[in-house]
């Protein structure tokens, strides 16, 4: 099946108009986030990308990579406050975070127009602790929130669902998305203790820090079954390996955990979903944990 695809700017003139077939997965990576994504999270991500290389799963012909542009000024002044992006931009990660939220918006993208059953996207900063005016835990743009925005802008999708199973308070993806009807924010969390912020559509999965594969895969039955009855244009998943037992955050999980996980969501969601890497920095259960997800949804 052909598609062609209109490639807009940020104010939604059309600039180029290309042919494209339309795949079962789209994976969206630029060799800039190893170079220079922020340091705990960018050791992974060449390892992570060369074990899909040598595994053989970008070579299929239902599996397209895309490089990425940066997200457009713009968009960015839509989701960040003034100050929040002058404090960015003295962080020294702006480029890099401008680069991530455009390959969410690529991927993103590639799923809502129908281009990609599903994307994959990898990032050099991660984006759910960056809040409509405030940022930290490697986080500085919300790429997600951000990569809405564009999805609205462009009427290509309103309705989404976010499954953030990142061990780590999705605070910022919490400020933005809190008070939205319109965003169903399903939150994995060890025990950290922030407060959820009120609002119609919010969730959270409050596990030990010791959880283990059983008990994650029940608290994700849930949530990917409380995503199918929110009937989202688009479902999210915030991608955090960082709970796997050799990495550094909460949660005990093996490499079996995220496969499970990607297996429940393709069964519930087969197309209309994107996977957005968050935390995690072992280069080891990066490449089992994004190969294995990546085997799942290309099956
Ligand atoms: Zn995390």
């Known amino acids: ?38 340091p705990v999270l960018r050791e992974r991500l060449s390892p992570a990308f060369n074990e899909l290389k040598e595994r053989g799963l970008l070579d299929r012909p239902d599996v397209r990579v895309i490089e990425p542009v940066p997200a457009e000024d713009c ?16 962080a020294g990660y702006w480029e890099v975070a401008l680069l991530s939220a455009g ?39 919300n790429d997600a929130a951000i990569a809405v925005r564009h999805l609205r802008e462009k009427r290509l999708a309103s309705r989404f669902a976010i499954i953030d199973i990142d061990p780590h308070f999705g605070d910022g993806t919490r400020d933005i998305f809190g008070p939205d009807p ?17 609002g ?31 009937r989202p244009d688009l479902l999210l998943v915030v991608f955090g390996h960082d709970g796997h037992s050799r990495d550094y955050g909460a949660f005990e999980l093996s490499i079996d955990a995220y496969r499970r996980f990607a297996r429940t969501v393709r069964e519930a969601f087969p197309a209309r979903v994107c996977y957005i890497l968050s935390g995690g920095s072992n280069p080891e259960v990066a490449r089992e944990a994004v190969a294995g997800v990546i085997e799942e949804m290309v099956l």
């Open 200 to 230: 119609p559509a919010n969730h959270d999965f409050r596990l030990p820090w010791d959880c283990d594969d059983e008990r994650f895969a029940s608290a994700a039955e849930r949530a990917v079954s409380m995503a199918e009855d929110f």
């Open 103 to 141: 390959a969410v918006i690529a991927g993103m993208e590639e799923v809502a127009a129908g281009r990609a059953e599903a994307a994959f996207c990898f990032v050099g900063s991660a984006g759910h602790h960056a809040s409509r005016e405030g940022f930290w835990g490697f986080c500085y743009l």
């Open 182 to 198: 319109a965003v169903l924010h399903l939150n994995f969390h060890g025990g950290y203790g922030e407060e959820a912020a009120s």
């Open 75 to 90: 968009l960015i002044g839509m989701v960040h406050t003034p100050a929040h992006i002058r404090g960015v931009k003295g």
């Open 1 to 38: 099946m052909f598609w062609r695809a209109a490639i807009p700017d940020c104010h939604g003139c059309v600039v180029k108009s290309i042919l494209m077939e339309k795949v079962r997965l789209a994976v969206v990576y630029h060799p800039d986030f190893a170079l220079y994504g922020y």
